[in-house]
């Protein structure tokens, strides 16, 4: 039997570091849609901006002098788009609530990923594979992949939730399964 030898059996292994918090930095936003090129339409005649942060994503009017505010609904009552309402976060649609806010034909259709995919992608990860990936567009999301991981934690390279101290693995859920030979749709009910 071969004899193995211990190289230094006096070396120890380093103890690991504390465990920090990490705080997600909360007055942090992005102009997400100019960035990526993405054009929203116009209400009242200002621009239609959209934004994200680390926990939500929402829109904004244009002034003609550049500067923005929310958007107003009849009442005159200032609101943001369903998407910060229920605060899908930088990574995107995590549960089932999430998921509920987009719709089949945003997460499919090539046309409407390109306008509305910006709601829901998960800005943390590559590039989505729906969208148009031009040398332009993929320097933009590298530019907002680096920016997320300054500002939040769970763009981290070792992520955890804001305010907390355990490490955060992402799990995708998506609502579609496929079973046997037909796809499954868990919100409609519908094969």
């Not at 990526?36 to 005649?45: R, S």
């Amino acid at each position: 039997m071969p004899v193995v030898a211990i190289m230094n059996p006096t070396k120890t292994i380093q103890k690991a570091a504390n465990s920090q918090i990490c705080l997600d930095r909360l007055e942090w936003e992005l102009d997400i849609t100019t960035f990526l090129n993405i054009d929203l339409g116009n209400e009242n005649g200002r621009k239609r901006v959209g934004f994200l942060s680390c926990q939500g994503r929402h829109t904004k009017l244009q002034n003609a002098d550049g500067t923005f505010q929310g958007t107003t609904d009849a009442d005159g009552q200032t609101t943001h788009t369903r998407f910060q309402a229920n605060n899908m976060n930088v990574r995107g649609p995590m549960n089932n609530t999430d998921w509920l806010m987009v719709s089949r034909q945003e997460t499919v259709a090539r046309g409407l990923a390109t306008t509305k995919g910006w709601a829901w992608w998960d800005f943390c990860a590559p590039p989505p594979r729906i969208a148009a990936h031009t040398p332009s567009f993929l320097a933009a999301w590298a530019n907002i992949h680096t920016l997320a991981t300054s500002q939040c934690c769970l763009c981290n390279d070792m992520p955890k939730r804001s305010g907390g101290l355990g490490l955060y693995q992402h799990k995708y859920s998506w609502p579609i399964r496929i079973e046997e030979q037909a796809f499954f749709d868990s919100y409609t009910q519908q094969s």
